[in-house]
C-alpha cells in the first residue's frame, strides 16, 4: 500500500511543480535553453528599403513561415549605408541568430554581406554575385510577358512599353519579355514605342506627350514598368480625351493597391507575390538551418490581376480570366 501511495505521489509531482511555477509566474529563460539547443530560434531581417513598399510584405510572409517553427524576426533598417549595415550584423551576431535574411527596395545584385560563414544567409527580392548564396526574386520577365500576352489576346498590336531607368536589371528583364513576346506574334516594336525613363507619375504623363504627338500610329496599349508610371499615363490619356480601355488599354506592374485602385479606370497590374517571395524565404532559411544546402538564384512566378483598365476583346463573347500566371522558372 505504502508503495501505491508512493508511486502516486510520484506521477502527481511534476503536476505540482508546474502549477506552483503558473502561480509564482515563472518563465523559462530562453538564453538558457538556447545554450542548451543551440538555436536562438530568431532571424535577423536586414533591409535596405527606407519605405517599406517591398519590405512590408515580404516581412509579413517570412513572419508567417518562420512563425510556425516559433522563431522570432529581428528586424534592421539599413537605409543602404554600409557602416549602419555592419553594426546591425555585428548587434545580430551577438545575439547569435541563426540565421540572417537580407531584403532591399530592388532585386538588383549587391556586395555579399559579410557576415561569419557557419550563419545561413538568404537574399530575398535581393542578390548577389556569390553563385553559393541563396537568392529569391520576382520573374520580372514572366511577368512582362504575362502583361504583353494579355494584351495581344484582347486584339491589341500596337504595344507600347514605358518604364524605368535601365541601369535596373528588372527594367531590362520586363523590357526583353516584352520584345519576346512580340516577336513570338510576329509583330515588332515600333521606333519610338519603348521609353525608358524614370520611377514617376510625372514621366508616364511626359510619355504620352511623346507617343501621341507625333506621325507615327498611335498605340492601342501601353505596357508600364511601374504602377506608378502607369497612373500618370492613365491621368495623360484623360485629359488628352483618349478613352481607357476603349481607345487604348494600360497594364502597370507591381499591383500597388493603393495606386492600382485609385486609377481610373482600375488598373489592371503584373503581381510579384511579395508575401509569397517572403514565405519561400523563410523556407529556404529553414533548410539552411536544418543543414540543407540551397544555392542559386531562384526566379518565383508573377501573376497579372485583370482590372478595368484593359478591356476586353471585342472578337470574343467570354471575358478574359480574371487572373493569369506564368509558370514558375527553374534556378539558374
Known sequence: MTEELESERT???????????????????????????GQTLTVGLISTDAFGRFTIPIMEGIEECLSDSRMAVL??????????EARHVEQLMGKRVDGVIVTARRADKRQKL?????????????????????CL???????ARLATRHLLSLGRTRIAH?????????????RDGYLKTLAKAGLTAPEGYYLPGVWSEGWGREAV??????????????????????????????????????????????NWEIIAGATRPPLSSVDMNLVELGREGGRRM??????????????????????????RNPY???????EATWPRSEAV
Not at 528586424?75 to 549602419?84: E, I, K
Not at 514605358?162 to 520586363?174: H, S
Not at 470574343?316 to 480574371?322: E, G, V
Open 137 to 143: 526574386v520576382p520573374d520580372d520577365e514572366g511577368g
Open 209 to 254: 506627350a511623346e507617343l501621341f504627338n507625333r506621325r507615327l500610329p498611335p498605340p492601342d496599349a501601353v505596357f508600364c514598368g511601374s504602377d506608378q508610371i502607369a497612373r500618370g499615363v492613365a491621368d495623360a490619356l484623360r485629359e488628352s480625351g483618349i478613352a481607357v480601355p476603349d481607345a487604348v488599354s494600360l497594364v502597370g506592374f507591381d
Open 162 to 174: 514605358v518604364t524605368g531607368p535601365e541601369r535596373f536589371e528588372a527594367v531590362r528583364l520586363r
Open 11 to 37: 506521477q502527481r509531482e511534476p503536476e505540482r511543480v508546474i502549477a506552483a511555477a503558473s502561480e509564482l509566474g515563472f518563465r523559462p529563460n530562453d538564453l538558457a535553453q538556447s545554450l542548451h539547443r
Open 316 to 322: 470574343r463573347r467570354s471575358p478574359p480570366a480574371a
Open 114 to 134: 559579410s557576415i561569419p560563414a557557419h550563419v545561413p544567409v538568404v537574399y530575398v527580392f535581393s542578390q548577389t554575385d556569390d553563385e553559393d548564396a541563396c
Open 286 to 311: 529553414l533548410d539552411l538551418i536544418a543543414g540543407k544546402k540551397r544555392s542559386g538564384v531562384e526566379r518565383l512566378p508573377c501573376t497579372l490581376v485583370v482590372r478595368q483598365s484593359c478591356g
Open 75 to 84: 528586424m534592421c533598417n539599413a537605409t543602404d549605408d554600409p557602416a549602419r
